[in-house]
């Protein structure tokens, strides 16, 4: 049976705690990915992560695999959410999963901020054991990003690339604002047909 778990990123601090601000889970598009999917009758998880604006591995990887992970499981990660979604799939060689989208993935590449929480090397066979990898990146966004997105395409074979014009971080840049906090070609690319 087909599932979905939705990654969210890693907000400052004040934001974590700033009650006027939803929780990383339900902020941004990713309550409205949730829904389009629970309403194709997949279910969709957006988990909390323990204490998002300090990631930790351990941590959040004990809150990820309280879900249930197999073919039919489609994964979304954003900002570090794709990083944590890339390391995992790195270091479960054995599991095999459903379509898997990179949301501006974020690998901390120049260790300023959480150089443990991306203490691996990326599996570059990943993409085979997935039924579809793509990594979704807009032309303005910050240098960490850029330099994440880089080496991801430079060390993961076959991953599919999708680069967006104006879309920022994915967070609340003017597109992504006029849109309202909806996604729609990010719900194409995990339910849309297959690619020829």
Known sequence: ???????HGCPPREEYYDPAVPSPGNHLWLPWLAKQLIVRDIPAH???MPLAYAPDYPAWRREFERYDIGPGTMLVGHSCGGGFLLRWLSEHPGTHVGRVVLVAPWLDPFGDVAPAFFDFRPDPALVSRTARTLLFHSDDDSEDIQESVCRIRGSVEGI?????QGYGHFT???RMADAGARFPELLDALVGP???
């Open 160 to 164: 599919g690339y999708r680069e967006f």
């Open 172 to 174: 609340s840049e003017a």
């Open 46 to 48: 957006t988990p909390e």
């Open 1 to 7: 049976m087909a599932n979905a778990i939705i990654v």
């Open 194 to 196: 297959a690619p020829a």
